[in-house]
């Protein structure tokens, strides 16, 4: 049974960065793609982007274009996501996701980040 | 990017009730139409996938239909465990967009 286990909850300055880890337990990377996902609290669902850990290449959405990065490490099956230049508004959990493309079958538990001076 | 729009965006239902929950999308998506159900406090978890699909593991209750740009998904006998906020999402074109959720509340 494939599990996400994610880094625990962090709380950041805003200006600095935040990077967050997902370890696939349970299995390999395999073909499939590394979604993150996150949710403001008390609202909907953000996708921010996806890696193909196979490939190493990313694809992000735009509105994180440049300030969202996403790696992934075969060798330890991790997958991390990095924020930089945090603003308030980036308060949220964060979820990795695995996707067979982008249906996302098995997720990670979340990650708290909350962005406070 | 892909607007997709739910509806309703909350409802009251009791055990037993049929339940329709339906996601328009901003133009044609070719099927590729995933739905999702989230608890308070925890991950979505996938229950239909390219509009249709059952998800291995997910009871016979939960079903899904539609095409183009109008999507549905239905509950036949809601249970106590159903009561959770449900998610649209679409992934026919990129940006992956979600539909605003519309929150299953116990009568």
């Known amino acids: 049974q494939v599990q996400l286990v994610q880094s625990g909850a962090e709380v950041k300055k805003p200006g600095s960065s935040v990077k967050v880890s997902c370890k696939t337990s349970?299995?390999?990377?395999?073909?499939?793609?590394m979604n993150w996902v996150r949710q403001a609290p008390g609202q909907g669902l953000e996708w921010m982007g996806m890696i193909i850990p196979l490939l190493g290449t990313a694809n992000y959405a735009q509105k994180f274009q440049g300030r969202v990065t996403m790696t992934a490490d075969k060798s330890t099956t991790t997958a991390y996501m990095e924020v930089r230049s945090l603003r308030s508004d980036d308060t949220a959990i964060y979820f990795c996701?695995?996707?067979?493309?982008?249906?996302?079958?098995?997720w990670g538990q979340g990650t708290t980040v909350t962005v406070s001076s | 990017d892909i607007q997709m729009t739910q509806s309703p965006s909350s409802l009251s239902a009791s055990v037993g009730d049929r339940v329709t929950i339906t996601c328009q999308a901003s133009q044609d998506i070719n099927n590729f139409l995933n739905w999702y159900h989230q608890k308070p406090g925890k991950a979505p978890k996938l229950l239909i996938y390219?509009?249709?699909n059952l998800e291995p593991g997910v009871p016979s209750r939960f079903s899904g239909s539609g095409s183009g740009t109008h999507f549905t998904l239905t509950i036949s006998s809601l249970q106590p465990e159903d009561f959770a906020t449900y998610y649209c999402q679409q992934y026919e074109n990129l940006p992956v967009t979600f539909g605003g959720g519309t929150k299953v509340e116990m009568k």
């Open positions: 390219d509009t249709s």
């Open positions: 996701a695995r996707g067979r493309k982008t249906v996302l079958g098995v």
């Open positions: 349970g299995g390999s990377f395999g073909t499939y793609t």
